[in-house]
């Protein structure tokens, strides 16, 4: 019986560091491409550039870090306080076991440049 509670034990540990190593990378572009967002919007905020054009950036910046961004995941927005780009897009983690609660993200990425 003891023999099985640590075969468990590794068994468990394995998994999660698996996780890990999945989810990871995931989350570390996702802040990267955070960071790109922040800085299209900070650029682009005191220029006349078109709201098509600023999606370009974006679907750029996300290739680079092999996000794939289609132009009706981004919208840009004008106001009286700044520039706002919200950015929302789906991940699916490659796992050994495919559940989809475990193995599809959905997220938001927002970036919102305030004028001096």
Known sequence: MGKLKALIGILLVVV???SLWKWIPVKMNNADFQDGL???ARRVSYTGTSDDDIKQMVIAK???LEIPLKEDQITVTH???????TVRYHIHYDLVVQLPWLADTDITANSLNKRI
């Open 62 to 64: 996300g290739r680079t």
């Open 38 to 40: 922040d800085d299209i």
């Open 79 to 85: 106001g009286t306080t700044g520039l706002g780009i």
């Open 16 to 18: 999660l560091f698996y």
